[in-house]
Each structure stands twice: as C-alpha cells, then as structure tokens.
C-alpha cells in the first residue's frame, strides 16, 4: 500500500511509544536491564524503514537492510514485525508485536482492538499493516 514517504510526527510518537512498551514487557518478564534497553531499541528503530519507502508493507525490509548495514546482521524483530508468517517463538519479535499492537499512532497505549480499527481506519481493510 502507498503512503506518504517520510517518518511523520505522529509515527515518531507510536516508534517511541512502542520503545516503551517494549521496554515494559522485557522488565515483567525478568529480563536484566541491558536487554530491556536493547528491546527500547528494537521497538524504536522497527519502523524506521518508514523513512525511506512510500510502500508501507516494505518498511520492515528497508528498516533492517539499514540496520544491517550498521550492525552487520539481520535484526529478526524489525524485518518480521506484523508478519504472521514468522517464527514467533523468537521473543524479541514477540514482544516488539505485542507493543506494536498495543501502542497507538500517537504513542499511547492502547487494546489491541483499538490499534487495528486505527489501522483499518487510516490503510483500509486490505491494509498489509
């Protein structure tokens, strides 16, 4: 689906938003602070592919090409973020979904029913979001 390319204000909100929640969910379950920090930085940087792409279901895969190119490796969570084909027994991508469907598009948290009527609200029902 086609958008405005670019990051806006308001997916700057949700990115940080959902840094949060991801941050949030690693401390429940125990994680130490260095991997709750790493997890704020995944759920941060996942729809940074957002920047350079007006095909909103491509964000993942030109979010972690760029992130490759800076870490030299896949980050798994970013490019199968919203993929319901993905292994999601890996935690990182499971947490970084559950706080991109709990954090709406202006960074607040939200239910779950209330991120996707967003969603369907802004791309449509056939939306790839």
């Not at 969570?77 to 202006?106: C, K, M």
């Not at 969603?119 to 056939?126: C, E, L, T």
């Amino acid at each position: 689906m086609k958008h405005e390319k670019g990051i806006t204000q308001n997916k700057l909100q949700h990115m940080l938003g959902v840094a949060r929640k991801c941050y949030k969910i690693a401390k429940e379950r125990g994680y130490s602070e260095d991997e709750a920090r790493r997890l704020f930085l995944i759920g941060y940087i996942h729809d940074v592919g957002y920047e350079f792409t007006e095909h909103s279901e491509e964000h993942p895969v030109v979010g972690n090409n760029i992130i490759k190119t800076i870490f030299k490796d896949d980050l798994y969570a970013v490019l199968n973020h919203g993929n319901p084909d993905a292994d999601l027994s890996n935690a990182d991508l499971e947490i970084l979904n559950i706080a991109d469907l709990t954090v709406d598009s202006f960074g607040n948290e939200c239910s779950i029913y209330g991120r996707l009527s967003g969603i369907k609200y802004r791309y449509g029902d056939d939306s790839g979001e």
